[in-house]
């Protein structure tokens, strides 16, 4: 099918979102087949996906890397990534999701909205991704959509619209009846799908659905109750008007269903996404600041070219640099700018994405998902622009991370290869951090969680064919305030020769939530302190913010006043009050009350009801709190919150003890005080 590459209103630019094992990467292989991109059904557990290609993905079954595909469907193109699941690889995500247009949420119909699902959903509201919501695996035992949806609208509090009535429960599940035009859509063991009329035992149930939708989108929509209101009911192609605006605008969530895996309800999921989906002239035009005003960058191929970098991949065959074209056009041999680092890089050669496989293309425009070779030193979130018209995009953001393990190679032969390794696993995922312990001397590689760090130092051995060591997993502490101090006196006086330096500043310490982070502010009357050495002071406490008196780890959760201060006619200096800020604020922080502060995650563990005695017990005894239980198709899920250090080999420790049958997830929540007894030996 050839379609108009200048023509953005047939373009789609979506992710599939889930939690792990909701069924994202099943989705995606079937959307592949039913659009005629792949010619089989590849299977997770078979390791034959298309997305899944990396041999780790393909070893522990999940997925790890967003991966890019494009498809067509009925005259438009799909540019589509499937993200990872897995809490650890949550950035990957974030990035993903700050270059897409729409997305597809996947759900378990068994489970519902899991934890996971509930982090990528907020993770697309922050950035305002429309979504379409998706419930996989209406063939399993238990599956219910109305549970499903409810658990939807309960948990992530949007409005959902039902668009379909399952025909067939668990095994028998066979299909669909579709609720706006009122059609039955079956498919058979072959995955043909058969398009007949409503069934005669499920036409009543049909039309009092269909009632409700409509009166569900009349209340949301003006056009559609002026409508509602003459006529008592909707004319399809209102509905189907009324469900995009919806769905743009992000006042509701239409609701699909299916069973991947059997390859039932994939095409009107296709059909969703081209209906009620926004194409790049849909979106706003992208924001961007060119010094310090704003500009606007409209989708359109004839305006001044604008693209962010999502990610970036090292492969044997050279660099890939994964971009969101958002206004403007670029061909092979185009130098464009990279913003922040000012310097300008040629683009070799222009690819259309198909997981690790890749067409040439001689051009790419606003709208485009592509990826080019050339670039040496743009990185993931960078900006890339026409040289005679720069402009920064704001970037996705980068969690902190939250767990580290020393490493060292295993032969001292191979220390440059292997700092050379992380700096390239690094540069690929921003979210990791690597840094050398200034005590040790130790190398420290730091990710968001125990599985991403294997699977960072499992990289590092196969693609550089290196031999590590990796030390414990240690978490990342905080500290913080438990009680301030007022009135904190502290004199900065230097003297040797030639120009001296003299600062006097007075601080007041009190505490703040933690996730309020930092906060400065000045109380200073009489211009005892200019304002441009206030600035010097903030700056000061900030540098003093990055170790605290209790073991070094980073301060937060507290606000610091500059009081009152002095200077000196000829020795005071920014930096003489930059100094005294960082200083002063240190002796301060030793006169608080400090608290130590552990990161904690909440656990979600799904067992056989049969060890739900042994999993409560150990989950106590790794200093869980447990906040919930609940009994769902024959198992157990309870929901509870354990401190992140506790967590380390907790997946052996659940096999062991429910005999494989036990699973759970973790998402970091935050940070809380620390025992005493725990948290030096930490440290």
Sequence with gaps: MRINLDTLAVVRNLGILAHVDAGKTTVTERILYATGTTHRRGEVHDGTTVTDFDPQERDRGITIFAAAVSCAWDGHRINLID?????????EVERALRVLDGAVAVFDAVAGVEPQSESVWRQADRYGVPRIAFVNKLDRAGADLDTAVESIRERLHP?????????????????VVDLVHLRALTWTDSGDMVVADVPEDLREEARRRRRLLEEAVAELHPAALEEFCMRSTLDTRTLVDALRDLTRTGDAVVVLCGSAYRNRGIEPLLDAVVAYLPSPLDVPPVRGTLGDTRQERPADPAAPFAALVFKVNATPTGRLTYLRVYSGTIEKGDVVMDAGARRGERVGRILRVQADRHAQLDRAVAGDIVAVVGLKSARAGATLCAPDAPLVLEPPSVAEPVVSVAVEAVRSTDTDRLASALARLAEEDPSLVVRTDPETGQTVLSGMGELHLEVALEKARRDHGLDVNAGRPRVAHRETVGRGVSGHVFRHVKQDGGAGQFAHVVLDVEPLDVDAGFEFRSAVVGGRVPQEYVRAVEAGCRDALAEGPLGG???TGLRVTLTDGATHVKDSSDTAFRTAGRFGLREALRACAMVVLEPVAEVTVTVPDAAVGGVLGDLAARRGRVSGSVTRAGSAVVTATVP????FGYATRLRSRTQGRGTFTARPTGYAPAPATVAPAQR
């Design 159 to 175: 409005v959902p619209l039902v668009l379909q009535l399952p025909i067939g429960t668990e095994d028998a599940f066979r299909g």
């Design 644 to 647: 992140l250090a506790e967590l």
């Design 553 to 555: 780890h980073p301060v």
């Design 83 to 91: 993200t990872p699941g897995h809490v650890d690889f949550a950035d």
